[in-house]
């Protein structure tokens, strides 16, 4: 099985890309994967410390932009496609697979003009327009939830699998969280994600749970842009040999790279509504309050979100008009933490709504596809 796989421009279309390359290599022993992004994005940097092979192709953005940004687009992606062209005759792959993104374009249309199997692999609830315009091109689409399917114009194409998700992110017990974390007692552990640079409206509200006196631990991983603000809110004192700080419960954490462990740990979850975030808290069987962020295109946060508030998996806190969101986070998490019988059940309906086995079903369909199966 030879693959190429390809999408950039953020983690959201990387790692699912890299964790079917990863899970491809792992499942057929022999094959050989290659990645095909852009050399501007933070594919260029990822990928290749991943130890796969990457080759980069000329794309930048069309849709939505200004006339001139997107006549610039246009061409850069023309030239995409040659370059794309080129690289996969010299691969000579048997099957595509584009995870969205400004690289993705390019190699699955270089793809459909070589009469190549190819597919494409959307993360959130509302595709993207790309994937929208390169399902038409695609014979297999694996969407991550039901909810997409009515969007595609041709939903027998259509697979529901779920979002390739981390093999290192199972497995892990919660005493090992909980250790890792240096908690003991029995109470609640509350993980907030922040993401990478962290987020106001999160921020704000982990604050106010930390202050709040809530018989509950708190991982709170800020972002880099708020670690310092929140360390020195809460007069919180630096951890000997790693970068964080703690201040009775409350853990502090401007990133963590060890997040098996800290999902592990988790009781509930707080965050925004990233497609692969989602994915990941649902194949954990983690119930979540979720705040969409309100300046994403499309809404799609917003869309992903109501994926898991329909199921009962997750409550949502909307930020867009609303005078207080941190206040009606702390407000909702209290309620949950302090109704152990709600919580439990939120549990089980995030662990039926979640798809542990998405990328080596997705795999799995792509040797089907390379076949010339179904």
């Not at 390809?6 to 959201?12: A, E, L, N």
Request: net charge positive; glycine share 12%; proline share 5%.
């Amino acid at each position: 099985m030879r693959l190429v796989v390809t999408g950039g421009g953020t983690g959201g279309h990387i790692y699912p890309a890299l964790a079917i390359a990863k899970e491809t290599l792992s499942l057929l022993p022999g094959a050989k994967v290659l990645y095909i992004g852009t050399s501007h994005g933070m594919e260029s940097g990822i990928v290749p410390r991943e130890g796969i092979p990457f080759q980069p192709v000329r794309s930048s953005g069309v849709m939505g932009k200004k006339a001139r940004d997107a006549l610039r687009g246009l061409t850069n992606a023309s030239a995409g496609v040659l370059d794309a062209i080129r690289t996969l005759r010299a691969f000579r792959p048997d099957a595509v697979l584009g995870t969205g993104g400004y690289a993705s374009g390019p190699v699955v249309m270089a793809a459909w003009l070589l009469r190549i199997p190819r597919a494409i692999q959307e993360q959130n609830a509302v595709p993207g327009k790309t994937n929208q315009v390169l399902s038409r091109l695609s014979q297999r689409v694996f969407a991550a939830w039901d909810y997409s399917v009515p969007y595609f114009r041709n939903r027998t194409k259509v697979l529901v699998t779920g979002n390739p998700v981390r093999k290192d992110l199972f497995g892990v017990k919660k005493e090992e969280g909980r250790l890792h974390f240096k908690i003991t007692g029995d109470d609640p552990v509350i993980l907030l994600l922040g993401g990478s640079r962290g987020a106001k409206t999160l921020t704000e509200a982990g604050l106010a749970l930390a202050r709040s006196g809530l018989p509950a631990n708190l991982i709170f991983i800020t972002g880099r842009e708020y670690y310092t603000e929140v360390v020195n809110q809460l007069n919180a004192e630096p951890e000997n040999g790693i970068e964080g700080a703690r201040i009775g419960n409350i853990i502090i954490r401007p990133y963590v790279h060890e997040m098996a462990l800290a999902y592990s740990a988790a009781d509930l979850v707080i965050g925004r509504a990233g497609g692969m975030t989602l994915s990941e808290v649902t194949a954990l069987g983690l119930p979540s309050v979720i705040v969409p962020s309100p300046n994403v295109a499309g809404n799609h946060q917003e869309y992903n979100a109501r994926a898991l508030e329909d199921k009962g998996a997750a409550i949502i806190i909307r930020e867009k008009g609303n005078q207080d969101p941190a206040g009606d986070v702390c407000h909702a998490v209290s309620d949950l933490i302090c109704d152990r019988s709600r919580l439990l059940d939120m549990s089980l309906a995030s662990k039926a709504v979640g798809k542990p086995d998405a990328t080596g079903n997705i795999c799995r369909e792509l040797v089907r596809l390379a076949r010339g199966e179904g």
